[in-house]
Each structure stands twice: as C-alpha cells, then as structure tokens.
C-alpha cells in the first residue's frame, strides 16, 4: 500500500479566507500531483510537480497554488476561498519512470460557504 | 493528448465475468493503458498496465488488440465490494500528460 497523506480530510470555511490542504508521501516519489474531482465527475489535473522547486499546471485552469520545498510534502494553496471552490481534492504521486503508477491519497473534501 | 471514451455505467450480477472496453483512437506510440478503480470518497487505485497484447494480475485483465485504438478490462467472477468507478487512462512515456475521464460506473447486483 502507498503512503501518501492528505489533511484534512475534511474541510468546511468562510467565503474570503485563506487554506492550505496538505499533502505528504514516503515513498520518495519525484512527481506529485493534485486533482479536482466534483462528485460523480470526473478528476481534472490541476497542478503537477516533477521534483523539488518545480510545479507546472494542470489542464484545468484553477485559482489554487503550489510549492514544492521537500521532495515528500505538496501543499496546495488557495488565498481567497470561494464557493466555486467547493469540490474533492486528491494529491497523489509517482515515480520519474516511463511505466509510473500514480498512488492517491485519501482526499479533502472542501466546502466553503 | 489521447483522450478516451468508456461507457458511463454497467450492471453486473455477482460472480459473472464483466468487461470494460474504453476506447482511445489516438493513442500514439509510446502511450501505455493504464486502469484505475475508485471507490466513493476515496482516491482512485491502480488495477492493471499495459502496453499491447494481454496482461494478467490477480486481480484483473487488460486485453489490448494489435492497433490499440482500444482496450478491454476484465473482471472475473466480480463480488459486491467490486463496485465502483474504473477509469481508463493513456499516459505518455514521458508521464506528464493524464487525461482521467468520466469513468464507467460498475454496479453489481446480489
């Protein structure tokens, strides 16, 4: 079983604050990435990062930002939560590997208000 | 970026043989096929990989025929638990381009 990590799990905010939903593996994996999954849809690539210092983004424009300062944690970042932002959000990683298996976490499951 | 087209949902009875077909008709050459199983509020988890040909695990198996443009996930004798949502995924060699899906919706039935 993959050891990747989200918190929290579950989330519910105030339109106009800040969050950050995180995100760790122990796996060593180079490549992380995060999703956004409303319910019954399907998952959309949002941001990915190949290895420390380096995050590209995803095929769905988000308002969302990451980093990537330890090989093991990604954090994503939203400065100003909206309720458009309400959705499912999955971290998961990878190895740097032509055959790479994607690991998931649990999720976060947000709300704003 | 090849897409894919899988059928939104299926039924199946308890211990029967079901088959996922997902098709991605612009798969290029070095794409590999690749099936994920989700459960409702969970992340989605690997099943099986493939490349061309057949591929067998203990848990499923991944039929591809010689020009790709489709593959079959087959799951034998499937039970309640595995009800959930499967994807069907092309990832590129250099593995910085997915493309999840909506995913076909198994259900199976007692």
């Known amino acids: 079983e993959a050891d990747i990590y989200q918190t929290p799990r579950y989330l519910v905010i105030g339109t106009g604050k800040k969050i950050t939903l995180e995100c760790s593996q122990t796996m060593g994996h180079d490549k992380m990435y995060w999703y956004q999954q409303d319910p019954g849809m399907e998952l959309h690539l949002i941001h990915y990062s190949y290895g420390v210092n380096s995050t590209e983004k995803g095929d769905l424009s988000s308002e969302s930002t990451v980093s990537r300062i330890r090989t093991e944690h990604f954090p994503l970042t939203l400065e100003s939560a909206r309720p458009s932002h309400t959705s499912q959000y999955l971290c998961a990683s990878s190895e740097f590997s032509p055959q790479e298996t994607q690991y998931f976490g649990p999720g976060t499951r947000l709300l704003v208000l | 970026l090849a897409k894919t087209t899988q059928p939104i949902s299926m039924d199946s009875y308890e211990g029967q043989e079901v088959n996922i077909t997902c098709s991605h008709n612009?798969?290029?050459?070095?794409?590999?096929i690749t099936w994920y199983q989700q459960f409702p509020s969970q992340g989605p988890r690997f099943i099986i990989q493939g490349y061309k040909t057949k591929v067998t695990n203990e848990v499923a198996s991944l039929f591809i025929p010689a020009d790709r443009k489709s593959s079959t996930l087959s799951l034998p004798r499937v039970s309640l638990s595995d009800t959930a949502v499967y994807y069907c995924?092309?990832?590129?060699?250099?593995?910085?381009?997915?493309?999840f899906g909506t995913g076909t919706s198994l259900t199976v039935i007692p």
């Open positions: 612009n798969i290029a050459t070095n794409d590999y």
């Open positions: 995924l092309v990832e590129t060699d250099t593995g910085n381009q997915f493309y």
